[in-house]
């Protein structure tokens, strides 16, 4: 059995054939998907579809969607208040996220995902769940936020950072999220953390539809002229294989490690059990 991390199972990629990207993520082993909330507006649908399907949600406001105010953001967060408040017994409800910083999106205020951000981490932690975090260019900036709110651990999604900042978030009680990055020779430096972190350091997630592997690469022509990179969970299983080769282990010890760490670090998920 597999967990997905990671998945944006209410994409809008996904609309066509959703119970079929289920069903097949199941007949490869992946069991349990992760669904991050990225704004209010899909609060609603993340548990629906965890409910729907077995899996698992977490409501938050993702960077790339902090409103271009401060007033829209209080708002923004007055909804997550609520919603947090209401689904606070779901058991389906496993953390807050997906929440973070992107300074790669220079179109994104940063103070404002900082006013966004820092106030959902206080929430975190007074609702006692983890978090999702989202975290591009701007590692140090979210260590620094994380230290001074003092959440209880989640998952550093997507993780690109050094190995000292690794080991930072794994002093804060986090683990580290593998995708389909790894699967890319060129990817040196994420290839060379895969290898190298502690086993128990690492879960893995498909950010789905986004971050294909090497396999669903296509080239900028190939997109023009009509191809799809869409990821779906049911790669999960192929990218963890490519991360387990990297550490010449069996997938299959891979696949018991990193269901323990995302159920370490993810109570409600693992309160949920194997699914029937
Ligand atoms: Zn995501």
């Known amino acids: 059995m597999w967990i997905d991390t990671h998945c944006h199972l209410d994409a809008a990629e996904f609309a066509a054939d959703r119970d079929g990207v289920v069903a097949r993520a ?11 909330a990225v704004d209010p507006g899909n609060f609603d649908t993340v548990r629906r579809l965890a409910h729907a399907h077995g899996g698992a949600y977490a409501l938050g406001i993702h960077p790339l969607a902090t409103p271009a105010s401060a007033a829209a953001v209080d708002a923004d ?6 919603a947090l408040e209401a689904q606070r017994d779901d058991p389906r409800l496993v953390a807050v996220g997906e929440i973070g910083l992107d300074h ?24 006692g769940l983890p978090v999702i975090l989202h975290s591009r260019r701007a590692v140090d900036p979210l260590l ?14 997507a993780f690109n950072g050094s190995r000292q900042q690794a080991d930072v978030f794994l ?5 580290l ?24 350091a690492l879960v893995v997630e498909t950010d789905a539809p986004d971050i294909p592997p090497h396999w669903l690469y ?25 991360l387990a ?25 693992a309160a949920l059990g194997t699914p029937a």
């Open 177 to 200: 999220g593998f995708g389909g990055t790894l699967t890319f020779d060129r990817a040196l430096r994420i290839r060379a953390l895969a290898r190298e972190l502690p086993l128990e």
């Open 144 to 157: 620094k936020l994380l230290r001074r709110a003092g959440v209880t651990g989640g998952i550093a999604h």
């Open 77 to 82: 967060l007055e909804r997550l208040v609520v």
């Open 104 to 127: 790669f999106v220079a179109s994104c205020d940063p103070a404002l995902q900082a006013r966004c951000c820092e106030a959902q981490l206080r929430l975190a932690r007074d609702a």
């Open 245 to 269: 080769a990297l550490r010449a282990i069996e997938p299959a010890t891979l696949a018991a490690a990193t269901n323990a760490s995302a159920h370490a670090v993810l109570p409600r998920l």
């Open 26 to 36: 199941r007949a490869a082993g992946v069991d349990r998907l992760v669904l991050p």
């Open 218 to 242: 296509r080239t900028a022509a190939e997109r023009a002229a009509g191809a799809s990179m869409r990821n779906e969970p049911a790669e999960l299983p192929r990218i963890a294989g490519a």
């Open 171 to 175: 002093d804060l009680g986090f683990r």
